[in-house]
């Protein structure tokens, strides 16, 4: 098995009948770019900056984060490395903000939300991230969209950065792409309104299912709702494929599920351009795909969306590629 994992290292990732798909890692520090590349990462589906901020006693500043972005693209040559911007609250605090304690932290003040009302924060990762870009193939995310205004707020704060770092003399690269996570339902829903504004999207599935299926990810006793294969939560990634896949747009994924391998011939078939996962994940998905047809797995799109549940999903994915 690992021999055969060894040989596709340095392979792109195609499927049976030679269809393409991009198979990339989820990293957390420029630490984990060496796994990425020892375990044949096509690039960086998303870049966790939360760790610059977490651990400490103060926010980071500028030139930390230049320097932690600017590592990250060098190492990975002129690879994709997808940062996603701040995403914090939830599960994730920061002792240092003093923000105040919330009934459901899952639903309130965090990511994108406390960015927008805390650019002091916000606009020294942008200016950052845009100092790195001329060092690498740099992809701006931003976490927790609920609204096409907030992506809107967003980016144009990040022009409004460009914008003062061009007239401070200093290169900003000019092919960034700027997308988003769709992780909540909301976004889902309306996936084809945002894909005319975003240049990509990231489906976030582990927040997409605890708030699609109203089940906090972190509570033991309501686990069993959190379901990846539920067809309400494949009708919302398909909606998701087909909305950025119309206005010319790719679509990814960089919940856990991009890589476990029951989801993986559902994804495939659902036209997913690109999975994000673990490094270690990256070359057994690799062997998987080689052995499946995208196509064939296409014609089972209609039957699995309309599919009851999640058990139906998996019992037929299983029949079907077994
Ligand atoms: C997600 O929600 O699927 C995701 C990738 O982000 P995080 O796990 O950091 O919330
Ligand atoms: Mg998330």
């Not at 599920?257 to 559902?266: F, N, V």
Request: glycine letters at 6%.
């Amino acid at each position: 098995q690992k021999e055969i994992w060894a040989e596709l290292k340095d392979e792109p990732t195609f499927t049976s009948e030679g269809e393409q798909v991009e198979l990339v890692a989820n990293i957390g520090t420029p630490d984990d770019v060496a796994g990425v590349i020892n375990n044949g990462g096509e690039g960086v589906g998303l870049y966790r900056t939360e760790f610059l901020y977490m651990g400490k006693n103060e926010l980071p500043t500028e030139e930390e984060q230049y320097e932690a972005y600017k590592s990250v693209l060098e190492q990975m040559e002129d690879k994709p490395v997808v940062v996603r911007t701040l995403d914090i609250g939830g599960d994730k605090e920061l002792p240092y903000l003093d923000l105040p304690e919330e009934l459901n932290p899952f639903l309130g003040f965090r990511a994108i939300r406390f960015c927008l009302e805390n650019e002091h924060v916000f606009r020294p990762q942008l200016r950052a991230l845009l100092r790195a870009s001329v060092y690498g193939n740099l992809k701006i995310m931003f976490p927790m969209i609920a609204t096409v205004e907030e992506f809107r707020q967003a980016k144009a704060i990040l022009l409004d950065e460009k914008e003062n770092l061009t007239n401070e003399g200093i290169n900003v690269s000019d092919s960034i792409e700027v997308g988003i996570m769709v992780e909540i339902p909301s976004t889902a829903v309306i996936a084809k309104q945002f894909a005319k504004e975003v240049d990509f999207f990231s489906i976030g599935t582990n927040d997409l299912i605890q708030y699609t299926m109203a089940a906090d990810r972190m509570n033991e006793q309501v686990s069993y709702l959190y379901q990846p294969y539920h067809p309400a939560i494949l009708n919302l990634v398909n909606n998701v494929i087909e909305a950025a896949h119309s206005e010319g747009k790719w679509a990814g994924m960089c919940g856990e599920m991009a890589g476990d391998s029951i989801a993986i011939p559902i994804l495939l078939g659902l036209g997913l351009d690109e999975f994000s996962m673990s490094a270690t994940s990256i070359l057994p998905a690799r062997t998987q795909i080689k052995g499946l047809s995208k196509k064939e797995l296409a014609s089972y799109k209609d039957k699995l969306l309309s599919m009851a549940t999640a058990d139906e999903v998996v019992a037929f994915i299983k029949e079907k590629t077994e």
